[in-house]
């Protein structure tokens, strides 16, 4: 499984931006997306999850600002970001897991200035 994230930038506080990220193989119905974002010297955490229901879970700290979606059709995960803070500069990484089986695509870049 390949996946690419398409979508960062560079953009002003109180800003937004729509991550996409699209997969490749045939598994993506059945599987868990997730975004992930590592800040500069911090780990890597947990941003948003979708599950095949599409029942979804967020990061306190980005509760009723971001959303994440999928379109089944083209095996694609998408994040909308709106009303960004500086403090979710970061890189993006896109995740799937399938039966136990996880699979990460390269970051892309979200760097919000204040």
């Known amino acids: 499984v390949q996946l690419q994230a398409f979508g960062g930038g560079l953009v002003q506080a109180g800003g937004c931006l729509r991550l996409?990220?699209?997969?490749?193989?045939?598994?993506?119905?059945?599987?868990?997306m997730a975004w992930y974002r590592q800040a500069p010297g911090k780990q890597r955490g947990l941003v948003a999850t979708i599950t095949p229901s599409r029942a979804t879970s967020y990061a306190d700290s980005v509760k009723g600002r971001f959303t994440i979606s999928r379109d089944n059709a083209i095996n694609t995960v998408y994040l909308q970001m709106n009303n960004l803070k500086p403090e979710d500069t970061g890189v993006y990484y896109c995740?799937?897991?399938?039966?136990?089986?996880?699979?990460w695509g390269e970051g892309t870049q979200v760097t919000v200035s204040s």
């Open positions: 996409s990220c699209a997969t490749s193989g045939n598994s993506f119905r059945i599987s868990t």
């Open positions: 995740y799937q897991r399938t039966s136990g089986l996880s699979s």
